[in-house]
C-alpha cells in the first residue's frame, strides 16, 4: 500500500500554473479514529503539509481522508503563544 501511495505522489501530473517547489514526503502507516482500515500519513516536508490517506479495497481505489497546511498550524500556534505570554 505504501508503494502504491509513493507511486501516485511521485508520478502524478503536475499544474504548470502553480509554482511550487519539488516536495521530500515522509510516510507513516496508523490508525485513525472512525476509519476501519490503516491510513497512510504524508507529509510533504519542503511545503509544509500533510495528507492523510486510506486504501478503500471494495471499490479498490485510494481516498484522501485530510489535509492540514502545517506551515499555518504552526503559525496559528506562535500567535496563540505569544497572546498569552
Do not use: H
Not at 20 to 25: E, K, N, Q
Not at 27 to 38: D, E, I, K, L, P
Amino acid at each position: 500500500m505504501l508503494l502504491v501511495v509513493l507511486a501516485t505522489v511521485t508520478f502524478a501530473p503536475s499544474a504548470s500554473a502553480q509554482m511550487r517547489a519539488r516536495g521530500a514526503y515522509t510516510m507513516v502507516t496508523g490508525g485513525a479514529n472512525n476509519v476501519q482500515s490503516s491510513v497512510v500519513y504524508i507529509i510533504d516536508t519542503v511545503n509544509q503539509e500533510m495528507t492523510v490517506m486510506t486504501y478503500d479495497s471494495s471499490t479498490r481505489s485510494i481516498r484522501g481522508l485530510a489535509y492540514r497546511n502545517l506551515a499555518a498550524d504552526a503559525a496559528n500556534q506562535l500567535g496563540r503563544v505569544r497572546a498569552g505570554g
